[in-house]
């Protein structure tokens, strides 16, 4: 199926979106549209493309008032839809590449449209797009190469060591760890995912998604003041950060992104484990990418949910410490970062922060093919110390609630 043909597919979908979700200034500016996309009317196209991208550039400034979590889902609704028929009549005029962009834009900002058949409508047309682009363009195999950094010291103590077990059973996971709030790293978990294999070739990502838009971080922690993200192509992260890095390469991060979400193919390489639904089969599931050069650094913090941290690709140094010692942490008053440490373990200052010397860290080298599972509270400091990849799936035990 064409791009042209998706955009044909999915037009009765829209139009009852349209109808039922819009106000009627947005109305018709949508069904203007939709009269030329049907008719093919080269004449008409640029005058609705206008219109289109005016009302899809309001959405977008409604979008950013305010705080993100307090958006009117009819705003996002609004703008999916924009996004989606300026694709439509993009596609008369051929720029495939900017349609894929455009798409992702509304993917990351909008809200789902979803078909009668079931289908998200922009995740969609962004796969088919993205598949025709990819049958255009040729890259073979580029191995990532998975040195390992000579570990940078830290300045803590280092203490009791965490448990090892090989494909625990669900019973003994949730007895020995899950019940009683411990850390573990479990090996052979996912040894049968396509992504152990898959995900070392950076030629596949390029191939396959190199055209999709990502968000990023610059800088090697979010801590530091000179952070910051943005929205690249994937295909030009990698080549900075893995195909041709040097000295003075500025360290980028994907990090803590829905990217199997964005992109439902990926979802094909990975499964999700078990332990994840061990208080309920209908338990939801966060899955996040961590994507980076080695010296990617999370600094010390803690999540409010369970986390089992698998790491698919290269390796990672882990150092952990119980909830007990969060006042020793230090962490940072306020909302936004309340749950992050003032400390920086690579380089602590024993003025200020005379308290965390007295810690006694865990110390976790996690190796491909690793899982190691954080129970809600525990402090966790991250290094890469090769190039990797991670996935981290978290989630909340409600029944722990009722």
């Known amino acids: ?104 834009a509304g993917i990351l900002l909008g809200a789902p449209l979803m078909s009668e ?3 998200d409508i922009l995740r969609k047309s962004a796969s088919l797009i993205s598949e025709e682009i990819s049958r255009r363009e040729e890259v073979g195999v580029i191995l990532m190469s998975l040195e390992i950094e000579m570990t940078r010291k830290h300045e803590v103590s280092v203490g009791s060591e965490v448990d090892v077990l090989d494909l625990p059973s669900m019973q003994e996971f949730r007895e020995r760890f899950y019940a009683t709030g ?22 596949y990502f390029i191939r ?27 295909k030009d992260f990698i080549e ?67 986390n089992l941290l698998a790491q698919v690709v290269g390796r990672k140094r882990i150092l952990l410490a119980h909830p007990q010692d969060s006042d020793a942490v230090y962490p ?13 373990l690579e380089s602590i200052d024993e003025a200020r922060f005379p308290r965390t010397k007295q810690i006694s860290f865990c110390e976790v080298f996690l190796k491909s093919g690793e899982v190691l599972y954080i129970p809600p509270g525990w402090w966790h400091h991250v290094r890469a110390i090769s190039n990797s990849i991670s996935i981290s799936f978290w989630w909340e035990d409600k029944s722990a609630k009722d």
Not at 185 to 203: F, M, R, S, V
Not at 216 to 226: D, H, L, Q, R
Not at 252 to 266: F, G, K, R, T, V
């Open 1 to 104: 199926m064409s791009a042209q043909e998706v955009c044909i597919k999915f037009l009765t979908g829209i139009e009852r979106i349209i109808s039922e979700k819009c106000e009627n200034l947005h109305k018709s500016v949508f069904n203007a549209a939709l009269e030329s996309i049907k008719n093919s009317q080269a004449s008409d196209c640029d005058e609705n493309l206008y219109r289109i991208s005016a009302l899809r550039t309001f959405a977008w400034e409604m979008l950013h008032i305010g705080h993100w979590k307090d958006v009117d889902i009819k705003q996002r609704i609004v703008y999916s839809l924009a996004t989606f028929l300026e694709v439509c009549l993009l596609l008369q005029k051929g720029n495939l590449i900017e349609c894929l962009k455009e798409l992702d």
């Open 117 to 119: 058949d079931g289908q």
């Open 182 to 203: 411990k850390t573990a790293i479990l090996q052979n978990c996912i040894d049968h995912w396509p992504a152990k294999e898959k995900w070392t070739d950076l030629g």
């Open 208 to 234: 396959h998604f190199g055209h999709r838009t990502v968000p990023i971080e610059i800088g090697s922690k979010y801590t530091e003041s000179n952070w910051g993200q943005k929205l690249v192509p994937l």
């Open 240 to 306: 900075r950060q893995f195909i041709g890095k040097h000295e003075d390469t500025v360290i980028e991060y994907l990090a803590q992104h829905d990217l199997l979400d964005q992109i439902p193919e990926l979802k094909e390489d990975i499964r999700i484990p078990d332990y994840c639904h061990i208080g309920s089969p209908e338990t939801e599931v966060e899955v996040k990418m961590w994507f980076g050069p080695c010296g990617t650094v999370s600094p010390l913090h803690f999540d409010k949910k369970h």
């Open 332 to 344: 940072y008053s306020g909302e936004m970062l309340s749950n992050t440490s003032q400390v920086d």
